[in-house]
């Protein structure tokens, strides 16, 4: 069974840079999918961050890849989330999730997270 | 304002039927796959179906998937009170390449 958990501060003053990890247990980052970062603002729906697949490769939401850095951590078994510049704007539930990413024989793409971490709360303010 | 359209909520009472739509465009839901995703109150989100309306291992049928351009709908049957939860659809924007979600809908089963 595949089980995410979100740590960090829980609250960040701007314009510093928020920090989250998730920390992966009954699967090998290593072993393939995607791992990716998905938040909720307050009252607000869903907004995709970013993933990182094993082999290295990086897909960002381009309103915030000038901020946003994700980095895998096969040794411990974790991946982390860094978020430059912050403002209140960025105040919001953060969750990790495992991702699945794959292009079909016509070219339409499946994107879907299979498993999800609890979710930690993160407020901007000073 | 998000890409994909939902209805806010959605409510039935208890063993009826209900529909969540999911609208979007010929750049996402047109031309890539759908996924749908259910939020309890204080619980890490649940994929309830990936690639327009296959299940995963545990989703019980009770809930279906479909596709018809670029519309896509969640189903539920035989409600219950533990489907009281938020809903939101998922997929890829090959425009945009990113992916993108909706605003959710609530489901109140009276």
């Known amino acids: 069974q595949v089980q995410l958990q979100e740590s960090g501060p829980g609250l960040v003053k701007p314009p510093e840079t928020l920090s989250l990890t998730c920390a992966v247990s009954?699967?090998?980052?290593?072993?393939?999918?995607?791992w990716g970062w998905i938040r909720q603002p307050p009252g607000k729906g869903l907004e995709w961050i970013g993933s990182m697949s094993e082999s290295g490769r990086t897909y960002y939401n381009p309103s915030l890849k000038s901020r946003v850095t994700i980095l895998l951590d096969t040794s411990k078994n974790q991946f982390s989330l860094n978020l430059g510049s912050v403002t209140a704007a960025d105040t919001a539930v953060y969750y990790c999730?495992?991702?699945?990413?794959?292009?079909?024989?016509?070219?339409?793409?499946?994107?879907?997270?299979?498993?999800w971490g609890q979710g930690t709360l993160v407020t901007v303010s000073s | 304002q998000s890409v994909l359209t939902q209805p806010p909520s959605v409510s039935a009472a208890p063993g009826q039927k209900v529909t969540i739509s999911c609208s979007g465009s010929s750049s996402n839901i047109g031309n890539n796959y759908v996924s749908w995703y259910q939020i309890l109150p204080g619980t890490a989100p649940k994929l309830l179906i990936y690639d327009d309306h296959k299940r995963p291992s545990g989703v019980p049928d009770r809930f279906s998937g479909s596709k018809s351009g670029t519309s896509a709908t969640l189903g539920f049957t035989g409600l219950q009170t533990g489907d009281e939860a938020d809903y939101y659809c998922g997929t890829w924007d090959s425009g945009l390449s990113t992916v993108v979600f909706g605003g959710g809908t609530k489901l109140t089963v009276l």
């Open positions: 009954g699967y090998s980052i290593s072993s393939g999918y995607y």
């Open positions: 999730a495992r991702a699945k990413y794959y292009y079909d024989n016509s070219g339409d793409v499946q994107y879907s997270f299979d498993n």
